[in-house]
């Protein structure tokens, strides 16, 4: 969602206009009663970098094929960056999507 303010001020023939854009972020759950690793990188063999307190909400950002692991809600090679640098398996995060829905992570 997103959305636009846009104000008009006249100033003799001058004419001055502010443009605002604000968009909404989205946090998707994880896995209920779970401690989710967040890794380094779209894969298990990436270095941990924090952990998910149990009831985590988290934005997805974008996706990126990775190590494939089995989780609560499937099997699957998709991780989903929820910072710079942060990603976690698809698998944990409650999105109601099987593929991919947000656009793919550039390197």
Known sequence: ?????????????????????????????????VRLNVRSGPGTGYTIV???????KVP?????????????YGTSSIWDNIDNGEFVSDTYVYTGHDDYFRPRCSF
Do not use: N, W
Not at 14 to 30: G, I, K, L
Not at 50 to 56: D, K, S, Y
């Open 50 to 56: 924090r952990v998910l307190a149990e009831g985590a």
């Open 1 to 33: 969602m997103s959305v636009e303010d846009i104000e008009e001020v006249e100033s003799g023939t001058e004419e001055a206009v502010t443009t605002t854009a604000v968009s909404a972020t989205r946090y998707y759950s994880v896995a209920p009663g």
């Open 60 to 72: 997805i950002f974008c996706q990126a094929p990775g190590t494939r692991v089995t989780g609560p």
